[in-house]
């Protein structure tokens, strides 16, 4: 199979405060990893693609120094939300991307994140 | 910039029915891949099925189908004989190698199936 999982599944923390997420691909090396936000009754919004080993690509809009990404391995990228403020309150999504003929992402559970 | 429309915000099937979800694309790209995705309550985003855009023949997964047409970039999705456990959220996303090189997938809006005992 191809797992994806993120660590935390929830996570409430205060107003000025950095929370990182975590997402690791469990049985196979993932070429690129996506960070995806997901607003309540929304569509999954790309926010920036990841390379291992290399920066991140962020989509229009999104704040590289508000979300920091950090793919250092081929199994593992993690999404740094920092000084938090509660706008930020969303659901956030990982996927991962191993190549090969089907160009299939695999999703990670999701994180809830809360700010208070 | 690519463009994902579905057009049905919301659609109710009774159980044991058939009901399509309509999904239209713009895109430039010659080679991609289009794939529905079910996002129930918990969350988690499962892969309901997957078309190669090169390939002529729709792709079918036991009760999904597709129909794919592919000048008219339309990719809608087939449940036959809907089970309760189909209630979700439905995602059509096509996705591949942009000209840039870049590989993404674009989300269209999504459409909420409910289905009725």
């Known amino acids: 199979g191809a797992v994806v999982s993120q660590h935390p599944s929830w996570v409430i923390c205060k107003s000025g405060t950095s929370v990182k997420i975590e997402c690791r691909s469990l049985d196979f090396q993932a070429t690129t990893m996506f960070w995806y936000r997901q607003f309540p009754k929304q569509s999954l919004m790309l926010m920036a693609t990841s390379n291992e080993g290399s920066k991140a690509t962020y989509e229009q809009g999104v704040e590289k120094d508000k979300f920091l990404i950090n793919h250092a391995s081929l199994t593992l990228s993690t999404l740094t939300v920092t000084s938090a403020h509660p706008e930020d309150s969303s659901f956030y999504i990982c996927s991962s991307y191993k190549g090969g003929s089907t160009n299939e992402q695999f999703f990670g559970p999701g994180t809830r994140l809360t700010v208070l | 910039a690519q463009t994902v429309t579905q057009s049905q915000p919301e659609m109710s099937v009774q159980e044991a029915e058939t009901v399509t979800l309509s999904c239209t694309y713009d895109t430039s790209e010659s080679d991609y891949y289009l794939f529905w995705y079910k996002q129930p309550p918990s969350r988690q985003m499962i892969l309901v099925i997957r078309q190669e855009a090169y390939k002529q023949q729709n792709a079918t997964e036991n009760r999904f189908s597709v129909n794919f047409q592919k000048a008219a970039k339309s990719f809608s999705l087939k449940i036959s004989d809907s089970q309760l456990g189909d209630a979700a959220m439905y995602f059509c996303?096509?996705?591949?190698?942009?000209?840039?090189?870049?590989?993404?997938?674009?989300f269209g809006t999504g459409t909420r199936l409910k289905v009725l005992a």
């Open positions: 996303a096509p996705g591949g190698f942009t000209t840039s090189g870049t590989y993404k997938y674009i």
